[in-house]
């Protein structure tokens, strides 16, 4: 049985540059970095125990070696307990954002990241 997503693996075209969005622009931090090869595996999260993580992996790289995959930005709802804190936050830092609005799960948001992948966030207890 399932008991939790573990981890999100997000295919970007240049690690670095979405490494320094996630951690300067969103907040994330850096739980473990490697290198295997051609393969190099960064992990991030949104806090210290998070409970779920992004890998963040190259794009090519993942392509030639399983061509099979769709490689697709996976649609990401994250949760905040302070929506306009993030929000002001994120605006701040020049991160593309949409309105502020009320659907019946509660208030959110979408922006995106330097490569334009679009993610949402939700206000969450």
Do not use: C
């Amino acid at each position: 049985m399932f008991s939790k997503v573990g981890q999100i693996m997000l295919y970007v075209n240049d690690q670095d540059k979405a490494l320094q969005f996630w951690t300067e622009k969103a907040g994330f931090h850096v739980v473990s970095e490697e290198n295997s090869g051609d393969m190099r595996w960064i992990e991030i999260a949104p806090e210290e125990g998070a409970e779920t993580t992004l890998i963040l992996h190259d794009k090519e790289l993942i392509a030639k070696m399983s061509p099979e995959l769709n490689l697709g930005t996976p649609s990401l709802m994250f949760f905040t307990k302070d929506l306009n804190r993030l929000y002001s936050d994120l605006s701040s830092k020049q991160v593309t954002v949409g309105e502020l609005v009320t659907i019946p799960g509660g208030r959110v948001f979408n922006f995106a990241d330097d490569e334009n992948n679009y993610f949402a966030v939700m206000e969450k207890e």
